[in-house]
């Protein structure tokens, strides 16, 4: 490609609406532009490497049996009432003229297929995949491509007749992404990880680490033990007992509001305090008690109430229906609320709450004696340093971002669905799914995020739009003009992908930063003093380091470059 006809907008100054490095070096390297909030038109450069990666991707399900399709993006929204999905929170755009939705992932058109044509345990097992535009109603699109409100992903899905079986699928799919990621340059790592919308049994992701990640993990360095925070555990010490077991006691605690307030108040430990989160559910009151300054996890909270509409309950709410307000809420003798405490108070006594009327708490509560908690569960966020579930060392908490999300969903759309094949014995089973994502952009974005310097992109040379940047400096020269030419059709026709900077009145400097910004592995400088010796000059972005290379035989030497 000639640089002096192609559409590579590129941008010298840096965007001020661009915060993260990806999206700024996408911008300023003319790989896109956004057409509204979330939205992005991909030009020539950045849809060649998110073709790259799609190739790569495709090579990879292929491998493991892949079947692809090509699945609508407008789904009936019955479909979607079917499975329950219709509501989910800041999932679905629909087009309310015909009764639509814009799909944003494809388990109900999968599932529908599969209930039509899925007949015997013949027919499976099934590994169906496509790489197509999701949509979705994300609230906040930032970070660029890393989250739009319509993006491609590739999604897969497997349909299988034993859980043995699902298990396989699932491996293999875990397998193909490592190869994939690996393939893409990618340095990333896998946790296990929640279900979330999707439903299921078991689940991880594919992550790089990255401060500006929405993601957070935990990590142990030692035993390998990584998880994100939605469903990480650790091994904090539970409250336990004391030996104090008398009868409860009303303190007045006036103006004091927060848990270090009472802890420097009372003069006691963080430990024997039990904080109350006031939350509703489908409506009803819950109260969610937590030791001390432990944060409550929304994402375990979700998985322990199982599903429905969860909110934080507001002040006035509270006020109206216990007189009291949050500071001051306890579980000894509160009405009308469902009690569930974090299982590391499990057990505990001598603990101070709040007593339910403003400015006072109660102490020596003894949880089993004074309290009707309806279950102990995991309901704490961890956090970094506490000991690894696993193996005690500290673990490490950060940021990172989604790459990939394999699901074994198990039989949750088979039941909705009613998708099922006769067995062995002629008898009627539920056909057991998985499902499995990767962002095409949060490849291209993620490996922008881990390569690249402060003059621009460097990338990896499996998803390099080109292979190769060809500089003629100096275009006016006729020498330098005719050999860059010659160059450029050799490279060609020995099928190296080349783009060629073959610009006039251009300034050799500004040539070079263009070629630092947009990243190609390899620069070949075709230029005046090389030429006098009869030689071009390589230079690899990764490194820096410049080689001369005799002029003659130069398209096949690069060739050789390039493929090693
Ligand atoms: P996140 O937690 O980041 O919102 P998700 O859990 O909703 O992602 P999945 O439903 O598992 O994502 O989708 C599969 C893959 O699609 C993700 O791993 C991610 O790579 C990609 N993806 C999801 N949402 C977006 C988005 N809004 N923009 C770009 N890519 C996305
Ligand atoms: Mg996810």
Known sequence: MRLSTAFVPTLKETPTDATIPSHQLMLRAGLMRQLTSGVYSYLPLGYRAMMKAMAIV????????????????????ALWVQTGRRNVPNFILSVKERDLVLAPTHEEVIGYLASMHIQSYKDLPQIWYQIQTKFRNEPRPRSGVLRGRQFIMKDAYTLDRSWEDLDKGYEAHAGAYRRIFSRCGLDFFVVGASSG?????????????SKFGEDTVARCRSC???????????????????????????????NVRTIDELVTFLKVDHSRLAKSVVYRHDGKPVLLLMMGNDQLNESKLTAILGGGDISAMPAEDLRVLTGADGGSIGPVGLKGFRIIADKRLEGANGLVSGANRNDYHLANIDL???????????????????????????????????????FKLGTKYSEALNIRFLDENGQSQLVIMGSYGIGIERIVACA??????????????????????????????????????????GLTKAGVEVLFDDRANISPGFKFKDADLLGMPIHVIVGEKGLKNQQVEIKRRATGERTMIPLAGAAEAIRNITTN
Not at 197 to 209: D, K, N, V
Not at 378 to 397: H, I, N, Q
Not at 454 to 478: C, D, T
């Open 197 to 209: 919308a999707m439903g299921g049994t078991g689940s991880q992701e594919f992550m790089i680490e």
């Open 368 to 406: 089993s004696r004074d309290a009707v908690i309806e279950r102990y569960a995991d309901l704490r966020t961890v956090e970094d340093g506490e000991p690894c579930p696993k193996c005690g060392k500290p673990l490490v908490v950060s940021n990172a971002i989604e790459l990939g999300h394999i």
């Open 224 to 254: 390998g033990y990584a998880s994100n925070l939605e469903v990480a555990t650790s091994g904090v010490a539970p409250v336990g007992k004391t030996g104090n077991n008398g009868p409860t006691e009303e303190i007045h605690t006036p």
């Open 448 to 489: 922008l995020e881990q390569s690249h310097d402060e003059n621009g992109i460097i990338w990896p040379k499996s998803i390099a739009p080109y292979q190769v940047h060809l500089i003629g400096v100096n275009m006016s020269n006729p020498a330098v003009a005719e050999q860059a030419n010659l160059l450029y059709d």
């Open 58 to 77: 495709r090579q990879e399900m292929d491998a493991i049996g892949g079947q692809e399709f090509q699945l609508p993006a407008l789904n009936p929204e």
